[in-house]
């Protein structure tokens, strides 16, 4: 298994600023995944981020407004970029581990 | 393509109640079945999975089991608690030259007492 932490837990931002969310991992992994999930909604996949290569980003997603760092095989940071309340979600960070993946905690964030 | 469709919610139900929440997946190549917990406020953790054909999976009184002939993986529990008001989420995962996991919409329980 995998043991997965997240920085910050829960943030409040104001519109039009950036945060950039951490995700560390106890064990090296190839496969880093980022999903948002809105409010009463399911998780939406936003990228998957290999080490050494550029995020691969999902269909609505783009690097501008998520740009990903994936700088070792235990760390990735996620960036929400020029913020509004529309990214209000929760942002969590996933490893693939044998036939199934671990997940973070979560960074809830909101943003008026 | 993949896809997961769970029954709606919200499912109310009383303490000691049978429970029954109903999953159907599309896929291609053969998925691996997954049902993550999400209680109030916290993270997701994995509750149950099942990587091939008729295995079932359990863990804390749930189970589930991999229906192939029908695409199925319903999540059961003979009797519930309050302590299992949580969203339930059905997923699958495929390995297809890209690992990727499809989750549901979710399904929010409240067990009374």
């Known amino acids: 298994s995998a043991v997965i932490s997240q920085k910050p837990s829960r943030d409040i931002c104001q519109r039009g600023t950036s945060l950039t969310i951490q995700c560390q991992v106890d064990?090296?992994?190839?496969?880093m995944f980022w999903y948002r999930q809105q409010p009463g909604q399911s998780l939406t996949l936003i990228a998957t981020?290999?080490?050494?290569?550029?995020?691969?980003?999902e269909s609505g997603f783009v690097i501008d407004k998520f740009p990903i760092s994936r700088p070792n095989l235990t760390f990735s940071t996620l960036t929400v970029s020029n913020m509004s309340p529309e990214d209000s979600s929760i942002y969590l960070c996933?490893?693939?581990?044998?036939?199934?993946?671990?997940f973070g905690p979560g960074t809830r964030l909101t943003v008026l | 393509g993949n896809s997961v469709t769970q029954m709606e919610g919200p499912v109310t139900l009383s303490e000691e109640a049978f429970l029954t929440i109903n999953c159907t997946y599309t896929?291609?190549?053969?998925?691996?079945l997954f049902w993550y917990v999400q209680y109030p406020g916290e993270g997701l953790q994995l509750l149950l999975k099942?990587?091939?054909?008729?295995d079932k999976g359990s863990n804390k009184g749930f189970e589930a089991t991999y229906r192939k002939e029908t695409t199925s993986f319903h999540l059961e529990k003979g009797s519930v608690q309050v302590s299992d008001s949580a969203v339930y989420f059905c997923?699958?995962?495929?390995?297809?030259?890209?690992?990727?996991?499809?989750f549901g919409a979710g399904t929010r329980l409240f067990v009374k007492a």
């Open positions: 996933s490893v693939e581990g044998v036939n199934e993946q671990f």
């Open positions: 064990s090296q992994v190839t496969m």
């Open positions: 981020a290999n080490q050494g290569s550029e995020a691969t980003y």
């Open positions: 896929a291609t190549g053969y998925p691996s």
């Open positions: 099942a990587t091939k054909a008729d």
């Open positions: 997923a699958l995962t495929v390995n297809t030259g890209g690992f990727k996991t499809i």
